[in-house]
Antibody, heavy 118, light 111 residues
Framework: EAYLEESGGGWVQPGRSLRLSCTTSGFTFGDYVVSWVRQTPEKGLEWVGFIRHKAYDGTEENVEYAAPVKGRFTISRDDSKSVAYLQMNRLKTEDTAVYYC???????WGQGTLVTVS | DVVMTQSPLSLSVTLGQPASISCKSTQGLLYSDGNTYVNWFHQRPGQSPRRLIYKVSNRDFGVPDRFSGSGSGTDFTLKINRVEAEDLGVYYCMQGTHWPYTFGQGTKLEI
């Protein structure tokens, strides 16, 4: 059974940085896309972005970002450790949310980690 | 961005009775590979979302067969055949055809 666990959330001041980790087990990590989705009471569920797996041989970029985070957030992965990362720079108050990582395009979700920017 | 509009936003049902949630998109969701990437999720209070349905009508592993998805183009529906107490919570549709992928605003199911 796939298991994902986010960590690294917390309180941070606007303009600062934070790195979230998504630690996984129970599936062959390198075979899957990993996505990040965030949730707030005001905006609901919102895509942050995703990173494709190495087996992907399409012509598109291997990482996609939603417009509100593009240029500030970076998604990466370490297949040897079965971990994905979300590096968040120049944080804004509107980035306050619960951040989830998912296996594939939302097949399985972690429990989420709260990021508060204020 | 594609807007996913769910209705109703709140649904009060009686146990054992059916329930239906509609989701309409502002663009057609048929992808160039022939698939339509519409998913449905259920979120209980204090929990993360759980995917129930993918590609319009495919149930995820372990999802009871009282849940079914249907639709095409811009109109999609999630149906619960006979609502059970464990079904309470919020249901979301999501489109995974056009980036950025987008979710509906959620439908709260109350028993």
């Amino acid at each position: 059974e796939a298991y994902l666990e986010e960590s690294g959330g917390g309180w941070v001041q606007p303009g600062r940085s934070l790195r979230l980790s998504c630690t996984t087990s129970g599936f062959t990590f390198g075979d899957y896309v990993v996505s990040w989705v965030r949730q707030t009471p005001e905006k609901g569920l919102e895509w942050v972005g995703f990173i494709r797996h190495k087996a992907y041989d399409g012509t598109e970029e291997n990482v996609e970002y939603a417009a509100p985070v593009k240029g500030r957030f970076t998604i990466s992965r370490d297949d040897s450790k079965s971990v994905a990362y979300l590096q968040m720079n120049r944080l804004k108050t509107e980035d306050t949310a619960v951040y989830y990582c998912t296996r594939g395009y939302t097949a399985d979700w972690g429990q989420g980690t709260l990021v508060t920017v204020s | 961005d594609v807007v996913m509009t769910q209705s109703p936003l709140s649904l009060s049902v009686t146990l054992g009775q059916p329930a239906s949630i509609s989701c309409k998109s502002t663009q057609g969701l048929l992808y160039s590979d022939g698939n339509t990437y519409v998913n449905w999720f259920h979120q209980r209070p204090g929990q993360s979302p759980r995917r129930l349905i993918y590609k319009v009508s495919n149930r995820d592993f372990g999802v009871p067969d009282r849940f079914s998805g249907s639709g095409s183009g811009t109109d999609f529906t999630l149906k619960i055949n006979r609502v059970e107490a464990e079904d309470l919570g919020v249901y979301y549709c999501m489109q995974g055809t056009h980036w950025p992928y987008t979710f509906g605003q959620g439908t709260k199911l109350e028993i």
